[in-house]
Structures are given as C-alpha cells and as structure tokens.
C-alpha cells in the first residue's frame, strides 16, 4: 500500500521547468491574442483602443479564463504540457478539481490584478495634486510589496517544486498531471548524426577559406595534361600567343611571365594580386616579372592571321 501511495505521488508531481514552460506559453498566448485583436481595428483611428486598453485586455483575459480553467481546470499552457490544478487543501492524495470559489478568486487576483495595476498608473500619470501623490506612492508601495512577495514565493517553489505562483500559493492550488507519465525513451542516434554533420560543416567553413582553387586547379591541369617543353624565344612565342592561357581569348596587351605562354595584362594582373604565389596554369611556372610581347611578334601574329 505505503508502494501504491508512493507511485501516485511520483506520477503527480510536476517538474519545476514544466510548470514554468505552462507559465511562459499562457504569456505568448496573451500577447499573440491581444496582437491579432489590435490589428482588427489597424484601420480605424489611431489611439482608438488606448484609453480603453486595461479593460479591453481584462475582458480578453476574463474571455480566456472562463474557456480554459473554469471549465478545463488548466490554462492553455498546461493543457499542453498534460497539466492541470488540484485543490491542495484536502489531504487526501486522490485528485480533486478546484472550487469554483477557488476558480473565481484566480480570476479576481490574475485578471483583476493587473487591470487594477494598469488603470491606477493611467489614472495617476498625468495627475500632479498632492492628495493623488500619497495615493500614488500607497500604490507603488503595494506593488512593490507583491512583487517581494512574488519573489520569495518563487525562490521557495524553486526548493520545494511547489506553487510556481503566489496566487497558486494564496489558493491553494497546484499543478499535477492529467495522466500518468510513461518513462521516455531517448535515443540518441539522430542527435549524434546531427553533431558529427554540424562538426564537418564547421570543419569545411573553416577549411575552405584556407585553400587556394585557382593553384590546385592550376596544379591538377598541369598534372592531367602534361605539356612538352618549348624554347622560349620569341618565335615559340608567337606561334602560342594566339589566346590567353587565362580567358582562352586573343590576349588583349598581351603579356608574359616569364614562360612560353601569353597572358592578357588584366587576367595575370589581378590573377597575381588575388596571389602572390600564382603559378602559370599550363606550365606551373612562378610569376618573376611581368613583361609586355614585343609589338613585333604582335604585327607578325596578325600578319599570320
């Protein structure tokens, strides 16, 4: 039996990060809800919906409350996470909803709360009399004392996993699972695929930035296609300076570099400065100097043609 009791208090219990994830979804649900009430009204006047903004958001909220824990016993956020409340007055372990005294208080409390918060600070903005001013600092020093409150409460459902909220606290009420929780089974073959390929990708970016294509280029088609050495002299010169061995076209202020092949000055120009180890791609000879084709073999390789 002390085993039964024991199984039915693991399976209820909630774990802290749950009940704070249920927290942060009922906040992304308000501020999705109240975004798309607001475009509603994107074409009317603008500041239409700002002196009426605290009660239009508790009448929202009032709206959300009565479909969700009122009637589900579980805000939507817990509804997701397969959590919902319990009335944590009875002793007994069996699960007993929350009374609709206790539903009703949650609502004046969260809902009517902030409405009260955000009308007082409208009503008291633009109010300097003196009478307004004590009133003023009485509600800041309200607040101010929920809000350490609200602290200490969190600091203790850090410790002890209980009333993630001071109003949960104040009502006792807390958050258990609909349904008992099966054991997970995680398996880590997808995430470990997933690590190896991200370490490759960033081995690569960081790789390829090192390697230099055009000279393993250069390298790899003087390796594949080896080429027979030539006399350098002017005549070998022309007969191959009819295209540019960078562009494959008729080299334009043909230059050389100090081998048997013809360059247009801009291709080996930029070539060189991209690198300054840049190597001719028939040959794989180094760049020394360059220097300008004789205007002679030019007017003989056009007289050629």
């Known amino acids: 039996?002390?085993?039964?009791?024991g199984n039915t208090k693991s399976t209820n219990r909630v774990l802290r990060i749950s009940q704070l994830d249920a927290l942060e979804l009922n906040k992304a649900l308000e501020q999705l809800v109240w975004s798309q009430f607001t475009q509603c009204f994107h074409g009317f006047k603008p500041g239409l919906l700002a002196r009426f903004e605290p009660e239009v958001k508790a009448f929202l909220?009032?709206?959300?409350?009565?479909f969700t824990i009122y009637s589900k016993n579980a805000t939507v956020g817990q509804s997701v996470l397969n959590i919902q409340y319990k009335n944590d007055f009875p002793p007994n372990l069996k699960y007993q909803p929350p009374s609709k005294n206790q539903k009703v208080w949650y609502a004046i409390c969260?809902?009517?709360g902030r409405w009260l918060e955000e009308r007082c600070y409208d009503l008291f903005r633009n109010r300097h009399l003196a009478s307004f001013g004590k009133v003023k600092q009485c509600m800041n020093f309200v607040i101010g004392l929920l809000k350490l409150c609200g602290l200490i409460n969190f600091l203790i459902f850090l410790q002890r996993g209980?009333?993630?909220?001071l109003t949960e606290r104040f009502l006792g009420i807390r958050s258990v699972f609909c349904k008992p929780q099966n054991i997970r089974e995680v398996g880590f073959d997808y995430?470990?695929?997933?690590l190896l390929w991200h370490g490759f990708a960033e081995f690569l970016i960081f790789l390829l930035p090192l390697i230099n294509i055009q000279k393993l280029k250069a390298k790899l088609s003087s390796w594949c296609i080896p080429l027979a050495g030539a006399p350098n002299n002017d005549n070998t010169l022309a007969t191959s300076g009819k295209e540019c061995s960078l562009c494959g076209e008729w080299p334009t202020m043909p230059h050389t570099i100090g081998c048997e092949h013809i360059f247009c000055y801009f291709?080996?120009?930029?070539?060189?400065?991209?690198?300054?180890?840049?190597?001719c791609p028939k040959c794989g000879t180094e760049v020394h100097s360059l220097q300008p084709l004789k205007s002679g073999i030019e007017m003989s390789e056009v007289n050629a043609l």
Do not use: H, Q
């Open 61 to 66: 909220w009032l709206f959300l409350w009565r």
């Open 191 to 194: 995430m470990n695929r997933e």
């Open 267 to 279: 291709c080996v120009k930029s070539s060189f400065l991209f690198d300054t180890y840049f190597t």
């Open 162 to 165: 209980k009333f993630a909220t």
């Open 1 to 5: 039996m002390a085993s039964k009791k």
């Open 110 to 112: 969260t809902i009517g």
